[in-house]
């Protein structure tokens, strides 16, 4: 089939980078980790001693930390889309390992911090902060492994549409968390 008529079909779907349906998930995605944070915010202005009390025992350096691995991930993955374009695929492909990499990396922090929790009896059914932060973080963990699959995937099956709808979705992952890490950690 004709690429570019393959693309008309899908509107104003068709001008976004990648594949259009990765931009109907990206877009359903954003509004579920939307609707979490408007329930975290309000749960947290209704029960503010409770987050208040939350928050101190989270660790915003460790949080922090990952930020920066997950922008800098991002970033490796958008340079491995402009390699493609001028065609260095082993070096799209090195930058697609590094993002991955860095995936992993924010993974074992995440998971790192959860048995630090756990190890001190915070669980899922503490209170509505951790309730609702393990939920939140979680979700958010699930998307990041998801992320990293998809990057392997697309860094194995490397065309410059393949890499544009990957790193789109990467791109979605580190969004989000750059506006989770502050509703959660800080804010209070």
């Given at each position: ?58 660790d ?43 995936g992993?990396?924010?993974t ?24 609702l ?22 860094a ?11 790193t789109?979705f ?19």
């Amino acid at each position: 089939m004709d690429t570019a008529r393959e693309n008309r079909t899908w509107g104003a779907l068709s001008d976004l980078p990648g594949h259009p349906m990765m931009w109907v998930l990206i877009l359903t995605e954003t509004v579920t980790f939307g609707l979490l944070f408007a329930i975290f915010a309000i749960t947290g202005v209704v029960h503010s001693d409770v987050f208040s009390a939350g928050r101190a025992q989270l660790d915003p350096v460790l949080g922090g930390v990952n930020t920066l691995v997950l922008i800098t991930s991002g970033w490796l993955a958008a340079l491995a889309v402009e390699a493609r374009v001028i065609g260095r695929r082993t070096i799209a492909r090195l930058l697609l390992a590094g993002a991955a990499a860095l995936g992993c990396v924010f993974t074992a922090i995440k998971v790192v911090e959860y048995a630090t929790k756990v190890s001190v009896g915070i669980g899922l059914e503490t209170d509505t902060f951790f309730t609702l932060y393990f939920l939140a973080t979680g979700f958010h963990l699930l998307h990041v492994i998801l992320g990293v699959i998809i990057i392997a995937a697309v860094a194995m099956y490397d065309s410059l549409d393949n890499l544009k709808t990957g790193t789109a979705f990467w791109h979605m992952v580190d969004l989000v968390w750059v506006v989770m890490y502050p509703l959660i950690y800080l804010v209070g």
